[in-house]
């Protein structure tokens, strides 16, 4: 067999698993009304099934590279995939909500494995010289896995079932097992010793989890109370902890030497801002599109499936070429995008036209695929080549912490310009109700009542309601209030009541507009605010790289800054 076609199969097996394991982030968050629908409990236990992912696939990410410096890491991603499909099968079968949390959580330990492996085992299995462009490729991969979770999750779930989610993950598991097993070569970091770092493995395990379980609970408990505040104290010791270990240890996980690369930490902290933003465009669109637009799961995935569109065609572009003229303007212009795509989202209203969502969601791709591929090429092709791999732990950890980061701190905005907009809007209807001259006073508690409810959301998410059934019900009401009355008044209610109802329709019409306008305008701001929250991205960007020129030059400083 020639060696072509081993690299092919070597590369198909890789991109199998991370796939897999990067899909797995966001196919599940489509699924998961159909799965409240399946398990009962609450919306926060049910959340638990995407946080429990997440959380494990960021604690563990940084110590699973280490692993397999040190212990081979093809045997490491054989472990990982196996894992990974194994928990796949089990948990389409779960028989409860608790084993089904327990077993994504295992899942995203699975998918901390694998996903750091895959670049060293790529720079490993192609020469150097094909570096950039396979890399670019995988980088391209990984940003339509991640966009692209919400339309598959939405077809599966339509066409099969929320199961099917999990057992499709089985057949390409056994697949990049078997390829892995006989094509790939096993590698490891010479000069990264065989004792393990326990110091720093507790450090930075204690540190990611305490701060990614507070950022996880802050929508529960609020950013001031103090659960918050000593998880995120508990999650800054185990980092200071950590920061000790790295300089007094004889073996550390963390080559300091890798923080001496400006490009490196520019690379790393453009991650954060790449995983924050994808995860709170994704979320905030597909909240808009189900509960302002009124588009089912489905729809709502296959439209944001656009972002996947956008990524595929800039990161078959950006990734090749920024090997070349580096990748610092791709990933700044990319952030660019990706911000103007944002602030331009929150243009949209409840009635405007799929034309208008898709384009912007294009332009969110383009970015996205312009960032991506060339930071993650940049992050690995400025460090030592043995050191590949722990590098490419720290950039996808910091791509998970972005997203988790992302999510606390939209929700919280979303949340509190949502109550804000909401609250003003159904005072105003309240005080237009009052006012109202031609509505008889018995009438008013109840229509009164009517809009206090749309305005919690009883009748329907964020203000958009069937009006139908409230003025029923307003009607019912209305009626029963009327059979209280004296004689005389019920007499002159039932002369008038064509009009009565009319008015009252108009009103309750009238504030069913303005809640559903207020919840709009509140997803317009957070939108802006998701936008703003990017751009300091634009500067780690432009530190991400350097001119092709001066890389030579970069490398040869971290290789004697590690001697």
């Given at each position: 067999?020639?060696?072509?076609?081993?690299?092919?199969?070597?590369?198909?097996?890789?991109?199998?698993?991370?796939?897999?394991?990067?899909?797995?982030?966001?196919?599940?968050?489509?699924?998961?009304?159909?799965?409240?629908?399946?398990?009962?409990?609450?919306?926060?236990?049910?959340?638990?099934?995407?946080?429990?992912?997440?959380?494990?696939?960021?604690?563990?990410?940084?110590?699973?590279?280490?692993?397999?410096?040190?212990?081979?890491?093809?045997?490491?991603?054989?472990?990982?995939?196996?894992?990974?499909?194994?928990?796949?099968?089990?948990?389409?079968?779960?028989?409860?909500?608790?084993?089904?949390?327990?077993?994504?959580?295992?899942?995203?330990?699975?998918?901390?494995?694998?996903?750091?492996?895959?670049?060293?085992?790529?720079?490993?299995?192609?020469?150097?010289?094909?570096?950039?462009?396979?890399?670019?490729?995988?980088?391209?991969?990984?940003?339509?896995?991640?966009?692209?979770?919400?339309?598959?999750?939405?077809?599966?779930?339509?066409?099969?079932?929320?199961?099917?989610?999990?057992?499709?993950?089985?057949?390409?598991?056994?697949?990049?097992?078997?390829?892995?097993?006989?094509?790939?070569?096993?590698?490891r970091d010479d000069s990264a010793g065989r004792s393990v770092d326990v110091g720093g493995t507790l450090g930075i395990t204690g540190a990611m989890f305490f701060i990614t379980y507070a950022l996880i609970k802050v929508q529960d408990f609020g950013?001031?109370?103090?659960?918050?505040?000593?998880?995120?104290?508990?999650?800054?010791?185990?980092?200071?902890?950590?920061?000790?270990?790295?300089?007094?240890?004889?073996?550390?996980?963390?080559?300091?030497?890798?923080?001496?690369?400006?490009?490196?930490?520019?690379?790393?902290?453009?991650?954060?801002?790449?995983?924050?933003?994808?995860?709170?465009?994704?979320?905030?669109?597909?909240?808009?599109?189900?509960?302002?637009?009124?588009?089912?799961?489905?729809?709502?995935?296959?439209?944001?499936?656009?972002?996947?569109?956008?990524?595929?065609?800039?990161?078959?572009?950006?990734?090749?070429?920024?090997?070349?003229?580096?990748?610092?303007?791709?990933?700044?212009?990319?952030?660019?995008?990706?911000?103007?795509?944002?602030?331009?989202?929150?243009?949209?209203?409840?009635?405007?036209?799929?034309?208008?969502?898709?384009?912007?969601?294009?332009?969110?791709?383009?970015?996205?695929?312009?960032?991506?591929?060339?930071?993650?090429?940049?992050?690995?092709?400025?460090?030592?080549?043995?050191?590949?791999?722990?590098?490419?732990?720290?950039?996808?950890?910091?791509?998970?912490?972005?997203?988790?980061?992302g999510v606390a701190i939209i929700v919280t905005v979303l949340q509190q310009q949502t109550d804000n907009n909401l609250h003003t809007a159904g005072n105003r209807a309240v005080q237009a109700v009052k006012e109202d001259q031609v509505l008889q006073?018995?009438?008013?508690?109840?229509?009164?009542?009517?809009?206090?409810?749309?305005?919690?959301?009883?009748?329907?998410?964020?203000?958009?309601?069937?009006?139908?059934?409230?003025?029923?019900?307003?009607?019912?009401?209305?009626?029963?209030?009327?059979?209280?009355?004296?004689?005389?008044?019920?007499?002159?209610?039932?002369?008038?009541?064509?009009?009565?109802?009319?008015?009252?329709?108009?009103?309750?019409?009238?504030?069913?507009?303005?809640?559903?306008?207020?919840?709009?305008?509140?997803?317009?701001?957070?939108?802006?605010?998701?936008?703003?929250?990017?751009?300091?991205?634009?500067?780690?960007?432009?530190?991400?790289?350097?001119?092709?020129?001066?890389?030579?030059?970069?490398?040869?400083?971290?290789?004697?800054?590690?001697?």
């Amino acid at each position: 067999m020639s060696m072509r076609v081993r690299r092919i199969f070597s590369f198909t097996a890789i991109v199998l698993g991370f796939f897999m394991a990067l899909l797995d982030t966001t196919i599940i968050n489509i699924a998961l009304p159909e799965m409240t629908r399946h398990f009962g409990g609450t919306v926060s236990q049910i959340s638990w099934i995407m946080n429990g992912y997440n959380l494990a696939f960021a604690v563990f990410i940084l110590t699973a590279s280490r692993l397999a410096d040190q212990f081979g890491r093809k045997r490491v991603f054989l472990i990982g995939v196996l894992l990974f499909t194994v928990t796949s099968l089990l948990a389409g079968l779960a028989p409860s909500l608790g084993v089904l949390i327990l077993l994504r959580v295992l899942q995203g330990l699975a998918g901390a494995i694998i996903v750091p492996v895959t670049i060293p085992l790529t720079t490993t299995t192609f020469p150097k010289e094909m570096h950039g462009l396979i890399i670019g490729i995988w980088g391209a991969i990984s940003g339509v896995a991640a966009a692209s979770g919400p339309a598959l999750g939405g077809v599966i779930t339509q066409q099969l079932n929320w199961q099917w989610i999990f057992f499709v993950n089985v057949p390409l598991g056994v697949l990049s097992i078997v390829l892995t097993a006989l094509f790939i070569q096993e590698s490891r970091d010479d000069s990264a010793g065989r004792s393990v770092d326990v110091g720093g493995t507790l450090g930075i395990t204690g540190a990611m989890f305490f701060i990614t379980y507070a950022l996880i609970k802050v929508q529960d408990f609020g950013w001031n109370s103090r659960v918050i505040l000593l998880l995120l104290a508990l999650g800054i010791l185990f980092l200071i902890f950590f920061s000790f270990s790295q300089r007094k240890g004889r073996e550390p996980m963390l080559p300091l030497s890798l923080l001496r690369i400006r490009t490196f930490n520019g690379a790393s902290l453009t991650m954060i801002i790449v995983g924050a933003a994808l995860m709170n465009i994704s979320l905030l669109t597909s909240f808009f599109l189900t509960r302002m637009m009124g588009m089912t799961e489905l729809k709502a995935g296959l439209v944001l499936s656009m972002i996947a569109v956008g990524s595929i065609v800039s990161s078959a572009i950006s990734g090749p070429l920024s090997a070349k003229y580096g990748s610092h303007l791709f990933a700044a212009g990319g952030v660019l995008i990706m911000a103007g795509a944002a602030y331009s989202l929150s243009g949209l209203q409840a009635d405007s036209a799929l034309a208008d969502v898709l384009v912007r969601l294009v332009a969110m791709g383009l970015g996205t695929g312009l960032t991506m591929a060339p930071v993650m090429s940049s992050a690995v092709r400025n460090v030592p080549e043995e050191k590949v791999g722990i590098a490419s732990g720290i950039t996808n950890m910091s791509k998970a912490l972005g997203s988790v980061i992302g999510v606390a701190i939209i929700v919280t905005v979303l949340q509190q310009q949502t109550d804000n907009n909401l609250h003003t809007a159904g005072n105003r209807a309240v005080q237009a109700v009052k006012e109202d001259q031609v509505l008889q006073p018995f009438i008013k508690p109840v229509l009164i009542a009517a809009i206090t409810s749309l305005g919690q959301g009883e009748h329907g998410s964020d203000g958009k309601a069937d009006g139908d059934e409230v003025f029923t019900e307003v009607m019912a009401k209305t009626k029963l209030a009327a059979a209280t009355l004296s004689p005389a008044e019920q007499q002159a209610f039932a002369a008038d009541s064509g009009n009565q109802f009319r008015e009252a329709g108009q009103l309750l019409s009238q504030a069913a507009a303005g809640l559903q306008g207020a919840a709009v305008h509140a997803f317009s701001r957070t939108f802006v605010c998701a936008s703003l929250l990017m751009l300091p991205g634009i500067l780690f960007a432009l530190l991400s790289d350097k001119r092709p020129k001066r890389q030579k030059e970069t490398l040869l400083e971290a290789e004697s800054s590690a001697i």
